[in-house]
């Protein structure tokens, strides 16, 4: 079966453009959750989405916004990129009721 | 916000011998407690977890502590390998509940295995 997949792999953005990061949870997966990983540090959380509605928020600001699909895939959008939001960018997928949470590779962001 | 605070920053260990993670937390009742390990370029992946009823598991070389009272759990890896060679991550997992499913991640552990 196929893990959480992500995409793209990498992304070069500059300063003020916006960007769309995709994730496809693991078959039969409805939860998402998104996360930010800044180089040496671990993930802090962003996002949680079920069944298409939003159930947590981290502590990012309003330029950070995400979906859930009918099919369960997700997206992060980022707008008016700044150079702080370059980190990679991880989703995690899981199902009760073990709620053990998978995640993809990630997607690297680059912001110049 | 809640905090993880996970020691050493980096640790090397000859192979053979034991590795050591610990991390500590405050003052809130979590589900459980798992340990994360992370290759460069790839996302954490689910090494072991525990439940806060429970003083140690083990599986296979891997084995987690637990100190509900002094709010303190840590990772040992036994006979540590080079491909051991990762950053490990405890995390905090609050219990179940909508909206709650968030992971607390520490900052990390850079753990070397040296022949």
């Known amino acids: 079966d196929a893990g959480v997949t992500q995409s793209p792999t990498h992304l070069i953005k500059t300063r003020g453009q916006h960007v769309t990061l995709r994730c496809s949870p693991i078959s039969g997966h409805k939860s998402v959750s998104w996360y930010q990983q800044v180089l040496g540090q671990g993930p802090q959380f962003i996002f949680q989405y079920y069944e298409k509605e939003e159930r947590g928020r981290g502590n990012f600001p309003d330029r950070f916004s995400a979906r859930q699909f009918p099919n369960y895939s997700s997206e992060l959008n980022v707008n008016a990129l700044l150079l702080g939001d370059s980190a990679l960018y991880l989703c995690?997928?899981?199902?009760?009721?073990?709620?053990?949470?998978?995640f993809g590779a990630g997607t690297r962001l680059s912001v110049l | 916000q809640q905090q993880v605070k996970q020691s050493p920053q980096s640790l090397i260990v000859q192979k053979g011998g034991i590795s050591i993670i610990n991390c500590a937390y405050e003052n809130t009742a979590f589900d459980y407690f798992p340990w994360y390990q992370q290759f460069p370029g790839k996302g954490p992946a689910l090494l072991i977890a525990?439940?806060?009823?429970?003083s140690e598991k083990k599986e296979g070389r891997f084995t987690i502590s637990f100190n509900k009272s002094a709010k303190q759990f840590s990772l040992h890896i036994m006979d540590s390998q080079p491909g051991d060679s990762a950053t490990y991550f405890c995390a905090l997992y609050p219990p179940r509940g909508f909206g709650n499913e968030k992971l607390t991640f520490g900052t990390g552990t850079r753990l070397t295995i040296i022949p």
């Open positions: 995690a997928s899981w199902v009760g009721p073990e709620n053990i949470q998978y």
């Open positions: 525990i439940r806060p009823d429970v």
